[in-house]
């Protein structure tokens, strides 16, 4: 039976109606779905409105961007992550490092919790969308929250439904629940602190406790695909994807914070997506519908395209702005060094939509190297290829993960360990077979320090890193003439447009002394033998070999 939702008209039109697409739910996961004040997939203006009038620390930038504020966490929270252990799980997941297990008894008591939260506020949001591009592969995702500011989030980071598409929405395939605000219960079992995220892939639900961060959701949106597109034999890739005038698509793997959105967003270049694809037996599909930016000491000469997209409708947090003007002060780091923004991915000009593209012609595997000693670009063989991304060597950055607060160096397997949900083998033979079968050329990029560590050499410049990005593009990386560096055995080019020679190897790039340079050469390598000694024995023998020699 259809209720009847009454509520105060304003002198326009009501903006509360029945929404028979709910009618399906009712009864189904424990929310209200019949409730007055339930608000499905609102207009962008009203969520402006109830985010500036019921949540402290929201206002609108002098570019007509929400700002808002995630409270406490300002990162994700990865260990307060877990996965329900159950009969279709336990085979299957790589429990360990990333994925603790969770009980179903615990999953449901902290389930019940987000349920009775979200049941008793004033207002509640739901927000209907896709995840995926491909129609094939694409999954309905709902989020239901207790924030306009998380609701708008999500409003851009999902794929948004048409109109028709929302009539006949039926019966989400994954729902989050996402009740922030509230704590779980430390003394729930298995509980290691007051935050918890955590998916139970039978019941096909996540639920989020006790931090208001919103990547947690779309990153939550991630690990599910990092689970069922394998499982559907595709590959998920924590990358971002552009494709050339020529229809040629590059992917530009990285963890957090080492380029993925900024490089990607390329005025000569179509964009996929900035963070998460699908590479299928056709192509390759951005599951997201937004993009995701960090926004630390952005400016418009440096990266126009993110600049421009900070407008109406784009969701910016933590950050700091001047009281008078509204102006942002994108060097302020006194909230957190990770302020971000979250803007539909038509907000960057030449964005391909649908966003999908062909087999990727080249693909980049951006590390952020606080040592200062990986070259500013190399040409990977296969076994290198193969050998670095099972490897994953880069830095934490600032700010990305609760409690880290300068770069951190991290062997973060397939450039996105915290969000697979498998072993690493599995994502790695998959990307072999495709490498192998598309012929597509591999190249590692440092976006990380030059001259010196962390500390004492500096980051590389960003209009180098983007000469470097020009020169695969225009094939003038593929005729050039490489040298090999020792120990690491990569080929570096000798020269790259746009790029001081002295740059591209980190020998001469090196400000101190010889000693320490051989010395920090040395030590790097000896991680990266210790760290791929866990997965020797699923390597196959060039792969092997393809690591460093001491
Ligand atoms: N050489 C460089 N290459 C890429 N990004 C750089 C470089 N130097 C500084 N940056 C900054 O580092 C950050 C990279 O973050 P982002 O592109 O959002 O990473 P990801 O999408 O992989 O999380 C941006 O703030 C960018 O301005
Ligand atoms: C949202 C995130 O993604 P990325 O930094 O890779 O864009 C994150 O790591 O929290
Ligand atoms: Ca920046
Ligand atoms: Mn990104």
């Known amino acids: 039976m259809a209720p009847i939702r009454s509520t105060t008209r304003s002198p326009a039109v009501s903006i509360y109606k029945h929404d028979a697409a709910l009618d399906a739910s009712v009864g189904k996961d424990g929310i209200d779905y019949t409730r007055v004040n339930l608000l499905r997939n609102t207009a962008v203006a009203k969520l402006y409105e109830d985010a500036l009038r019921y949540e402290p620390g929201t206002s609108i930038s002098s570019a007509g961007a929400l700002v808002t504020s995630s409270g406490k966490k300002t990162g994700r929270s990865p ?36 349920v009775d939260y979200l049941n008793t506020r004033e207002r509640l949001y739901v927000f209907d969308g896709f995840a995926g591009w491909d129609p094939k592969y694409r999954l309905k995702i709902r989020v239901v929250c207790a924030r306009a500011y998380h609701s708008l989030f999500m409003h851009n980071m999902l794929i948004r439904p048409t109109e028709e598409e929302l009539k006949t929405y039926g019966e989400p395939d994954f729902t989050i629940l996402n009740a922030g605000a509230f704590p779980a219960n430390r003394y729930t079992t298995g509980m290691t602190s007051s935050t918890s995220v955590s998916i139970n892939f039978k019941l096909r639900q996540m639920v ?26 595709v590959l998920s890739l924590h990358s971002s994807a552009n494709q050339g005038l020529q229809g040629d698509t590059s992917l530009f793997f990285g963890l957090s914070g080492t380029g993925k959105t900024t490089l990607s967003a390329d005025p000569a270049r179509a964009l996929i997506g900035d963070d998460e694809h699908v590479w299928t037996d056709t192509g390759v599909f951005n599951i997201e519908g937004g993009c995701y930016a960090k926004t630390i000491d952005l400016s418009a000469e440096k990266e126009p395209e993110i600049f421009g997209a900070i407008r109406f409708g784009s969701v910016l947090e933590n950050v700091v702005f001047d009281e008078d003007t509204r102006i942002v002060d994108y060097s302020d780091k006194s909230l957190t060094e990770n302020t971000r923004c979250a803007y539909p991915i038509e907000y960057i000009p030449n964005a391909l939509i649908p966003c999908i593209g062909k087999h990727p012609k080249n693909i980049v595997m951006l590390t952020c190297d606080a040592q200062g000693v990986l070259p500013p670009v190399s040409k990977l063989t296969s076994a290198q290829a193969m050998y670095h991304f099972i490897s994953g060597y880069t830095s934490k950055m600032a700010g990305t993960e609760d409690g880290v607060v300068e770069p951190e160096a991290t062997f973060s397997a397939c450039f996105g360990q915290p969000f697979l949900v498998l072993h690493p083998t599995q994502y790695a033979t998959m990307l072999a077979q495709k490498i192998g079968e598309h012929k597509a050329d591999v190249w590692l990029i440092n976006t990380g320090w030059n001259g010196g560590a962390y500390g004492t050499g500096k980051r590389i410049a960003l209009k180098y890193s983007r000469a470097i990005v020009d020169a695969i593009h225009n094939g003038e990386l593929k005729k050039a003439e490489y040298v090999t560096y020792p120990i690491f055995g990569l080929e570096i080019p000798k020269a790259v447009t746009g790029v001081p020679a002295e740059v591209l190897n980190p020998a001469t790039a090196w400000q101190g002394t010889p000693q320490t340079f051989n010395a920090t050469v040395s030590k790097l390598a000896a991680l990266f033998n210790k760290n791929f000694a866990k997965y020797a024995d699923q390597a196959t023998e060039d792969v092997i070999a393809a690591g460093p020699k001491l």
């Open 208 to 233: 989020i406790l006790g931090t208001e961060y919103a990547g947690e959701m779309k990153k939550g949106v991630f690990t599910i695909m990092h689970y069922l597109m394998p499982k559907a034999g």
């Open 79 to 114: 260990r307060d992550k877990r996965i329900v252990d159950e009969e279709t799980t336990t085979e299957d997941i790589w429990w360990g490092p990333v994925n603790t297990k969770l009980s179903e008894h615990a999953f449901l008591i902290n389930h019940e919790r987000a």
